[in-house]
């Protein structure tokens, strides 16, 4: 049976029974000895397939400079992934693990840090990030890079910090190079059509080259997160792309965390809640929570405050699958002020109604979504 997602297959499958028939028994006893004569990458490739990516390059970045990279993970499968941490094989990077426990469809990170102020040079690291559940696994991430010494930013990024929409802001990082031969910014780029930037004539003296970079935030940027770079063209043969991080976050006047609601797999006939937290800079209502499927209720409320904690539930029908929809908060402040929110869910069957219970149906678009391990 499909359901939208992979179901990995072991002993666990039946914790659940006191005594499981001897057929599957003996089927189970078959895996597990393919299981142990195959290789390491082979045992634990289902894991490196949550990873969007496992390698990622740095390039030249500037000493003191905040260079982070974001590895995703996705957890592809019905059962819950742990992660219990990730080890560096250098003081060069330093990684973090955001989310340590993922259920279906949740998404986590793994974060490594380029230690700019510590090492310079040609660096790299493997990072192994270790899962102990639903089955042991190592992945290994790798990060590599070149950590120039003559090339600073004051400050080490462009820190938008919190803006509110439809303002823009304006920042301004000093950047010095360190040398004796005049060193000179050609071209600075930026993949974000919400950026502009201005770069002051260089000051050239024996010892160093020094140019004022203002970047202005423009007020038509929509909100949310900016999380972007600033590419330095250079006339450096060692080094012609230098990046410089940008990070903010542009605040409406209604917020909604979070705006992508995942509720996990539900049961049919069962229930689950779970919260949305709108925020305001000044005292509102909310006057209706709107949905076009009715197995989503949420209540509205009446009372004015900053700050609204609305939980939103969840009615499993009887078609398995994954379910998608929309939710229209409405307050009074006026239309349209408050972010949409998307809501996801998916239905399917325990172990125990897959035995004995009646069957559900399963819907067209969970078999097309589903996909099974070997």
């Not at 659940?16 to 490739?45: I, Y």
């Not at 910014?185 to 140019?211: G, M, W």
């Amino acid at each position: 049976m499909n359901t939208g997602h992979t179901r990995l297959s072991g002993a666990r499958w039946w914790a659940g029974l006191a005594r499981p028939p001897v057929r599957c028994l003996s089927m189970l006893l078959v895996a597990g000895l393919t299981m142990s004569t195959a290789g390491p990458a082979e045992a634990q490739e289902w894991a490196t397939k949550m990873f969007s990516v496992t390698s990622h390059n740095f390039g030249t970045v500037a000493r003191g400079s905040k260079t982070e990279f974001h590895f995703t993970l996705r957890n592809l499968y019905k059962e819950p992934v742990h992660v219990v941490g990730v080890r560096t094989s250098c003081g060069c990077t330093s990684p973090v693990v955001t989310k340590h426990d993922l259920k279906t469809h949740e998404i986590g990170e793994v974060i490594a840090a380029f230690n700019t102020r510590t090492f310079l040079g040609q660096h790299g690291a493997t990072l192994t990030v270790t899962i102990d559940k639903p089955y042991f696994a190592e992945v290994q991430l790798r990060v590599a890079g070149n950590i120039r010494g003559d090339v600073t930013f004051d400050p080490p990024f462009v820190d938008l910090g919190n803006v509110d929409l439809g303002k823009g802001a304006e920042r301004k990082v000093r950047v010095t190079h360190i040398g004796t031969t005049p060193w000179e910014i050609k071209d600075v780029r930026s993949a974000n059509s919400s950026f502009e930037v201005h770069l002051s004539k260089p000051t050239h003296s024996a010892s160093q080259s020094v140019y004022d970079l203002t970047l202005r935030l423009l007020p038509e940027a929509p909100a949310g997160y900016v999380k972007g770079q600033l590419i330095l063209v250079t006339d450096d043969p060692r080094a012609v792309q230098i990046p410089m991080d940008v990070e903010g976050r542009i605040v409406a006047e209604v917020t909604v965390s979070p705006q992508l609601l995942a509720l996990g797999a539900v049961a049919p006939g069962k229930s689950v809640t779970k919260n949305i937290v709108v925020r305001a800079n000044r005292p509102f209502c909310v006057t209706g929570v709107l949905c076009a499927d009715e197995c989503f209720t949420c209540q509205p409320k009446g009372t004015s405050a900053t700050v609204h904690i609305l939980p939103v539930t969840f009615l499993a029908g009887e078609t398995l699958g994954r379910i998608e929809r929309q939710l229209k908060i409405t307050t009074d402040l006026g239309e349209g002020a408050v972010p949409g929110v998307t809501v996801q869910a998916v239905v399917e069957e325990t172990l125990e109604q897959s035995i004995g219970g009646k069957p559900a149906v399963v819907s067209p678009v969970a078999e097309e979504q589903a996909s099974t391990l070997p």
